[in-house]
């Protein structure tokens, strides 16, 4: 069975940034993609990026784009997500999720398995 826990959430000044973390155990996330999704009060859960089982191909939600990378180290069987110049609109509960296939998804429903998640709250 798969399990996915998230860490590096928090509170940050607007312009700061965060390292979120996710390291998966169960299984090797070798051969298959990976993504962070986030969650605010009231809103969906948004796809933020995404990361194909070889790292080679990522792909970011427009308004993350220049400022969050997602990245993936298949030995020691994490998945990161590099935040920077947070805004207070970032502020979510941010999920790792995992897809058993290969190449990386938006969709929330194309995932069949998620952390916990981590909050990360960025302040004005």
């Known amino acids: 069975q798969v399990q996915l826990v998230e860490s590096g959430g928090g509170l940050v000044q607007a312009g700061g940034s965060l390292r979120l973390s996710c390291a998966a155990s169960?299984?090797?996330?070798?051969?298959?993609?990976l993504g962070w999704f986030r969650q605010a009060p009231g809103k969906e859960r948004e796809f933020v990026a995404g990361i194909s089982w070889s790292g080679g191909v990522t792909y970011s939600e427009d308004s993350v784009k220049g400022r969050f990378t997602i990245s993936r180290d298949n030995t020691k069987n994490t998945v990161s997500l590099q935040m920077n110049s947070l805004k207070p609109t970032d502020t979510a509960a941010y999920y790792c999720?995992?897809?058993?296939?290969?190449?990386?998804?938006?969709?929330?429903?194309?995932?069949?398995?998620w952390g916990q998640g981590t909050q990360v709250t960025v302040s004005s």
């Open positions: 999720a995992w897809r058993m296939g290969r190449y990386l998804s938006i969709s929330v429903g194309d995932y069949d398995y």
């Open positions: 169960g299984r090797s996330i070798n051969n298959y993609a």
